[in-house]
């Protein structure tokens, strides 16, 4: 299969026209008409159909769309890899770190420490939920991501690091239940607490809100919070509380506005993971960055963690 023409038919489906694609390729309108009856002939399914709209892809059309993309980027690594062999790592690296984890913690040291052995590399860092990593991964948009792990995700593959208890943060001024007193606070008392949680597609949010509805009881959401300083400004006037990690929680809210109090009865507990895709090889700079991270994760995990008991990043 030719590598021009899925560059043409990927060209098409994002411009949504043949006529836009072929000024954008600089190729007659006919020609272009031609490769996409070519590919169509080749794979013997109809690709694309006319709409008001323009075009738009069948299913068939959405399928190669997707591989498509995937042989291209391919494509595009292997010539920039062979042109740069030999040389330092270099390029653009993108990892994602979950706003609510004690990752967050290490941003400032995975610049400084990357940039330190790889002047080259350019590191994109961003905060990110769950719910649209797994495809932003798979599509090649970020290069591997630390988060909450959501369980088994097509496409991608978690390493576990560390399983957390979770803690309720609430306003130090809050009158809590007795228990709390011993800086427990039973999983009962917690659903009566007005709550602060990212979106439902975040892992936090749905470990927190399986565990209270499977008592029997109903999730009191007082509102959907995706920003650290908007969730401390909140908890700060004492409009509601949220659920953390230890590490996280000692971290955003350490001052002696707040209470961190564990969960019991039952213990919730998440799992914070590196993850990386499982359907094609890291660029060699991601592969560069990536041991960079594991070596700073370790690091982190000896001094203020025990360790999992197997050996997570033996395996890359």
Do not use: W
Not at 47 to 76: C, D, F, M, N
Not at 153 to 168: A, S, W
Not at 283 to 305: D, F, G, I, N
Request: hydrophobic share 45%; proline share 6%.
């Amino acid at each position: 299969m030719d590598t021009r023409k899925l560059a043409y038919f990927v060209q098409i489906v994002d411009s949504g026209s043949i006529t836009k694609a072929a000024a954008v390729l600089h190729v007659a309108q006919p020609a272009l008409s031609q490769q996409v009856s070519a590919l169509e002939t080749e794979l013997k399914q109809r690709l694309l159909i006319r709409s008001k709209r323009g075009v738009e892809p069948t299913a068939a059309g959405h399928t190669l769309y997707r591989h498509a993309q995937t042989i291209l980027r391919l494509v595009e690594q292997a010539r920039i890899d062979v042109a740069a062999s030999g040389a330092a790592p270099s390029g653009r690296v993108s990892i994602a770190i979950a706003p609510y984890s004690m990752a967050s913690s290490l941003t400032p040291r995975i610049i400084s420490e990357v940039g330190r052995r790889y002047p080259d590399i350019v590191l994109h860092l961003t905060e990110i939920y769950g719910g649209v990593l797994s495809d932003a991964i798979k599509n090649g948009r970020l290069d591997m991501a630390l988060i909450y792990e959501p369980g088994p995700v097509r496409g991608v593959q978690f390493t576990t690091l560390i399983v957390e208890d979770l803690y309720l943060v609430v306003n130090s001024q809050r009158e809590l239940p007795v228990a709390a007193a011993t800086d427990n606070i039973t999983l009962d008392e917690v659903a009566a607490v007005g709550l602060f949680l990212p979106e439902q597609n975040h892992t936090l949010r749905q470990v927190v809100q399986a565990a209270i509805e499977s008592r029997g009881l109903e999730l009191k959401l007082v509102g959907e919070v995706e920003s650290v300083p908007a969730l401390t400004r909140l908890l700060r006037t004492d409009l509601g509380a949220t659920i953390l990690p230890k590490t996280a929680a000692d971290t955003l809210f350490h001052e002696e506005d707040f209470r961190v109090l564990r969960i019991v009865d039952p213990a919730l507990q998440c799992r914070i993971a590196l993850c990386t895709p499982d359907h094609e090889p890291l660029s060699e700079a991601a592969s560069a960055v990536l041991l960079v991270l594991k070596e700073m994760l370790q690091e982190m995990l000896r001094s203020k963690y025990s360790p999992l008991p197997t050996a997570p990043f033996e395996a890359s």
